[in-house]
């Protein structure tokens, strides 16, 4: 086996390669543009010549005589006939040009002035100034030698050079084209002594090399050859380019050689210069991209690089693993936070390498005894696929040998057991934005083909069930499951460091089953009550309370089973009516949380106690009782709320939405008004009686009111409708506990759409003067500009369905740009952050040992064990220090910033989600 | 100079209270940071910032320290060292 070897790289230096040296290590000179000959045979001193190495198995390479994958291939070099300048340095061979003396070369600066470039690049290098600094350094000087009109030096006049895209130089006011020759002569001029303040090591590079004389030829293992079913063979992009080099400088050769004239010549070294130019990078701008014969652009060096499908970007970035598996989703509220579902299919391809020891031995020889497929019974039974021997030759297990190789086990074994319940594996759902995103679960093999996870982690991945696909990862050593299991196991995550609440709660319907099991009491018999609680670890159960000789428990009574025992909370619930005067414990909604001792005393539960971001109980509990006991509770709150939905029944359909054929007349005759108030504004602003609004037109003017009218028109719909839809209505269940939907969803579902806008304004584009031809041409009222009376139930008008999809269309333009733009922020944020560490010392600092923050987020802070981003809770504090003397003092209007951050963030991550319709980023080259 | 004469920026309420220390207040800096010039985050002698201190002490050469003193709403005063460099 081979050892690693670990040396510390102490630096990394770049630099030009000189002719010389491409010369010096070429294995082979490339003289001629064809590849095979008749027989198929690699032609010699062909861009396929054998002794650029070897792509064909079996094949030993000229040079260094391995085989495939053993030889690394071998550079080889084309002698260019003229010089030709290199695209990638086009910048760098201005800047040469112009703060360097056209006659003797040197830098158009004085003595003193060098000196103080020294200076001030020796006093920077101190100071800890990065190449960076550096180069903005020598940009300066060169800046100040090229506004130099006479050379100190020689006193010869001095020519403005013009850069004609994309390589082609221009001298003077007469535009005198310099050739690269008498570029590179100028280049060669310049002393290594005035190199260094232009930004130059005349160590190991000098400037001429920027001017190509010879090309290297890269190994044919960079760029294979393929061969096509028909027997054809298929050259790569690199290839064909390099063809058309050799192509040209053999004819240019040959016209130079022949005394052609010079036009020609000149012709035949732009060409080349050309196909130079697009072999480094296909896209320069100025000049047409190189094509295949199909007319598909080449991809060529620089194209191999850059962007999304590029090296840096798709192999370096991101790469692809082993030890991995993907698919579908599906829910289980059986399953702990802490677990994942795994299909047997996958378990049995995943394995977790085991080392051989005295201890587990004989239990290793039974799993390997069964081999990589046992039989699949009423017990999943864990096999095992391959055994790697201490010198570490892999044994793979087969149900023949998987007898012979269990008997053959030793110490220093490795088996690669395959996965089985309780091993710590990664899971991930893309896009990962946050480190919510991946997080460890402990496995539970099951049958079925879909990965399945408790519903409260959906809002941590994101994720929902409607075919979505997630990833898994196994570990593979003792450290990384530690690390796991202490860093990223879930319910170390339940609190997010977005906001500082909990972002792993009860979601949809636990919320509602929470609602249903505390809302005014119920009472369940001991049938009701133990059906309830079936799906829970054993319970010690309460007394019951007695009425006309029966046995009851009541819905507080079992909510409080999985609360700790000395647990103590008040708040207000989400269904609270916020009355001007809370009467408290008497409240006649039930909206009064008060819990003491463990016991629920009064209150209703629902997304403020238990919810997803907001939840208080989760929040207090994950705080005073750490990790493990939030865990607990939120896996029996899960069975708990369940099983109440369940006792009771629940469901929503359309006719949740119905109100009374009075309420809807209400709705139209106030909408009917609304529109004719609309049109009385407009009337009144044709007549100019309309009274101007300070800083605003007066079409302005009448935009602001009829936008008030009709906003009012809405607000008016929704209460009406609202007043017929009460707490026995599942959709404002939904939507008042906070489970799911809101009451502006159920308004305009029942009552009325409302007002349709672009830009917050009403709707005016389309044809000329109007937005349909259905109005007339500048019809200001209040169907023509895009309100909606009706509401979804009722249905929309041809007119209000195309307005409705208009004010739609807004929000997926925002949605498209907004996920381009936020995922490129990302990137550029994590490129800018990824090494940044804390250290021993408190200080955050970069791989360059600088210091970045003196403490951590200037305050030292986790905001993930803040209270809403505050360092401590002084309400909780105070509850805690004075009991319920307290509750005078507490603020019950509790800021509710995660609450915020919260929907915020959704609605962000689920633009984000949306990848499809994302535009190209700006491209700024490198990575 | 004028431009910087009619408006001190310092005064801003956004902008953080500068110090420029002297040589052995710097030194003692680095030594109970346990770290050299180089380590430290950087300002430029071109900051608006620094420009109000050279009003007071002159020109302020590239290698001082200034120290920053910035209101945080969790940790009260942060106080954080930057050295002056050229720009
Ligand atoms: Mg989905
Ligand atoms: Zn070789
Ligand atoms: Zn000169
Ligand atoms: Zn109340």
Redesign the interface.
Known sequence: MMKGVSKRIGSIKFSCVSPEEIRKMSATKVITADTYDDDGFPIDMGLMDPHLGVIEPGLRCKTCGHKVDECPGHFGHIDLAMPVIHVGFIKDIKRLLESTCRICGRILLTAEQIEAHRIASERMEELGGDTIDQKLLTKETSKDASSKPICPHCSAEQMKIKLDKPTTFREGDDGHKLTPKEVRERLERIPDEDLLPLGIDPQTCRPEWMVLTALAVPPVTVRPSITLDSGDRSEDDLTHKLVDVLRINQRLRENRDAGAPQLIVEDLWELLQYHVTTYFDNQTSGIPPARHRSGRPLKTLVQRLKGKEGRFRSNLSGKRVNFSARTVISPDPLLSINEVGVPITAARELTVPVHVNEHNIDFLRTLVARGPSPPEGEEHLVGVNYVIRSDGRRIRVTDRNAETVAEGLELDYTVERQLMDGDVVLFNRQPSLHRMSMMAHTVRIMPGKTFRFNLCVCPPYNADFDGDEMNLHVLQSDEARAEARILMAVQENILSPRYGGPIIGAIHDHVTGAYYLTHDNPKFDSMQALTILSKLEHKTLVDPIEIDGEKYWTGKQLFSLVLPPDFQAIFKSSICQNCDQCKKEDCEFDSYVKIKDGKLLCGTIDAKAIGNSKGKILDKIARDYGSERVRQFIDECTRLCLGAIMNRGFSTGIDDEDIPEEASLQIREFNKESVEKVDKLVESYREGTLEQMPGRSLRETLEVEAMKVLGKARDEAGRVAGKHLGMENSAVVMAKSGARGSMLNLSQMAGAVGQQAVRGERLSRGYWNRTLPHFKKGDLGAEAKGFVANSYKSGLNPTEFFFHSMGGREGLVDTAVRTSRSGYMQRRLISALEDLKLTADGTIRNTADTIVQFRYGEDGVDPARTVQGKAIDLDDVFAEVLGDDAELLLQLEEASIGEDYATLEKDEMEFIEEEEVSFEEPDFGGE | MADILTFNVLEHSLVPEHYLLTDEEADQVLSK??????????IRRTDPGIKVLENIYGPID??KLVKIV?K?E??EE????R?V??G
């Open positions: 940071l346990r770290i050299t010039r180089d380590q430290l985050p950087k590239e290698g910035r945080s969790t940790a942060f106080v954080v060292y050295l460099i050229r």
